[in-house]
């Protein structure tokens, strides 16, 4: 089918914005609505052969034909099909969970069938919903001309970017323009008049053209200092759209996580603790603003705080947690220190200038005597198998490794074998638990042999081989100058 490009009226959205997001919980005539939307499904379930396929096949076929729309590719899918039919969803939402299948075999059944309208979805957590919709379909900016206006939007909008420019027109209003357009998380207001922008933005202090940012926090007006540039404005709102502590929340995860600063310092702790804090670590927000974003957890909250803080070796925690992470290198710190504002304030520091050291995970240093097969932990690692001048055969394991324990069979007769071998030690650390900078294993298990200075470049050893080929291996590689061998097991 044909388009006109010109006639964009043809192509709508029709956009359901479930419970959590418009609708009060007591509207039944939106319920009723949906029902009547999704009756297709009904009848296509009544029609289809029984047993023709698994449940979970048909789930799985229908959700791949449902769209997952985002900022990146919405408006090419919207101008691109006639009709587009969009459910807002959330994926913590229990009314969203009930309605997804439904709209998917909706989609199916629509397919079938050789219907012109596409089904999609939206995140409503990483995309603002009704920002996102009004900017892929109408005006990406909002035009205020008086103060009863200005009001209105005040009342409407809590968090936006305000620009004043006394003309519509020239290059820095179009970067403004661009920057609005590339943006779907936050609104954008233009004037040319300087009270309505006084209004939007009290702290104004300029008659020239401006553009400022205000959020509902306590760093509530932040003035756009740098190059009119798209780019440079997109930067300034990344690094200032979040509150000078982000509580994290179930819904705002991967809000967080898409965050340009990628330095995270996490504060876990009870409520009434982190308000005894509060304070100091909004004047470090602020002193350290673009370098580090300053996270509050619930630690009460296990769904929330145990998976970052089982990533320290932290099972149970009842007393302030302070740690940190590197998104970009992907590597995570502690204060091991009491977490006093002085304390926090130096592990702060110390992140911004790359001094504080990396933390790894390790158990506690276990007792190794007369052991055939030594343990290694975190905290041993550099002792008993970089810093030692003996050969050592490193067998790398987790307790969820399907294969490891007939690994650990062929490591263990290996090391019987090799009983009395002159400078060679057998060896192993369990990686789910145990970390080091130079222990680097993405599959299990993994045999290591560390050879008497040639520490830094290990060589690995296919798990595939037999307890023999691995022995001849070894002799091989460690083979004494009277060249004797033991590859006979």
Known sequence: MSMNPKLSVSTFILLLLLTFLLIPSHSSSSDDDLEQLLAVDEQLQEDRPEH??????????????????????????????????????????????????????????????????????????????????????GSSIITVNTLDEAQRFLNKYHSFVVGLFHKFEGSEYNEFVKAAKSDNEIQFVETSDNDVAKLLFPHLKTNTVFIGLVKTEAERYTVYDGPYKMEKLLEFLGNNKFPLITRLTESNTVWVYSSPVKLQVMIFSKADVFQNLAQSLEDLARKFKSKLMLIYVDITNENLAMPFLTLFGIDHANKTVVAAFDNNLNSKYLL???????????????????????????????????????????????????????????????????????????????????????????????????????????????????KSGEKEKPLKLSTKHSAKDMAVFINEELKPKDGSARDEL
């Open 52 to 137: 023709q396929q698994s449940e979970a096949e048909t789930v799985s076929k229908a959700q791949r034909i449902v769209m997952e729309l985002s900022g990146d590719n919405a408006k090419r899918v919207v101008d691109g099909n006639e009709f587009v039919l969009v459910l807002g969803y959330a994926p913590w939402c229990a009314r969203s969970a009930d309605l997804m299948p439904r709209f998917s075999e909706a989609a199916t059944g629509l397919k079938e069938i050789g219907s012109p309208v596409l089904m999609a979805k939206i995140d409503g957590d990483r995309e603002d919903i009704v920002i996102w919709v009004q900017k892929k379909t």
């Open 336 to 450: 091991e220190s009491d977490p006093s504002p002085s304390n926090i304030e130096e592990f702060c520091s110390g992140l911004a200038d790359g001094t504080v050291s990396h933390y790894y995970r390790s158990e506690p240093v276990p007792d190794n005597e007369n052991a055939s097969i030594v343990t290694v932990v975190g905290k041993t690692f550099d002792e008993l198998v970089l810093n030692s001048h003996e050969n050592v055969l490193l067998e790398v394991h987790t307790p969820w490794c399907v294969n490891c324990e007939a690994m650990s069979k062929q490591v263990l007769k290996l090391a019987k074998h090799f009983k009395g071998f002159k400078n060679l030690v057998f060896a192993r650390i369990d990686a789910s638990v145990n970390e080091h900078a130079k222990l680097q294993v993405d599959d299990f298990p993994t045999i290591l042999l560390y």
